[in-house]
């Protein structure tokens, strides 16, 4: 099977099918945070409501509008958390895949040198997976403000 049949047929509906629930999930969201707002709207008409709630409630929707008003810190956040576990994952992949190819060149009887390149596989894929922890160690041991966050 040539490459260009394997990304129609495995890379191409995935990326359908995760475009389809990305905007099912958006749209769900906007529909709650539309309901929500009418409902805000809706008791701020009531004339019964007392000034003191009706302040409560103009306060709670300027928070909420500066709050979506920064969408791309919001992004950059689950940016950096997304970027943490695509580390984890591709770092864990890397470790048990060299460790595995290494062990299937073992039993199989290849030489060392063409086991070389699974081991070095295998450990880059350990460094990378301790990394952040040693880094976030390293940090909170040296005293940095920064650490203090975490």
């Known amino acids: 099977m040539r ?11 995935g990326l ?15 529909e709650q945070k539309m309901k929500r707002l009418e409902v805000l709207q809706e008791a701020l008409r009531h004339p019964s409501l007392g000034d003191d709630t009706r302040a409560d409630l ?3 929707l300027s928070e909420e509008h ?12 689950s940016g950096w958390r997304l970027g943490h576990v695509l ?3 591709v770092s864990w992949l ?4 060299g460790a595995a190819s290494w062990g299937i060149g073992r039993l199989s009887g290849w030489n060392s040198y ?8 295998a450990v ?7 990394l952040p922890i040693a880094l976030r160690e390293m940090l909170r041991r040296s005293g940095s403000p920064s650490s203090a966050r975490q």
């Open 58 to 60: 103009v306060r709670l």
């Open 16 to 30: 359908c099918v995760g475009a389809a629930f990305l905007l099912s999930h958006s749209k769900r969201v906007h």
């Open 66 to 77: 500066r709050r979506e008003a920064k969408p791309l810190m919001r992004w950059v956040r």
């Open 124 to 130: 880059a894929g350990f460094v990378l997976m301790t």
């Open 87 to 89: 580390l984890l994952a």
């Open 94 to 97: 890397l470790m048990v895949g």
């Open 114 to 121: 063409s086991l070389q390149p699974s081991i070095y596989v």
């Open 3 to 13: 490459d260009e049949e394997v990304f129609l047929m495995v890379v191409l509906p």
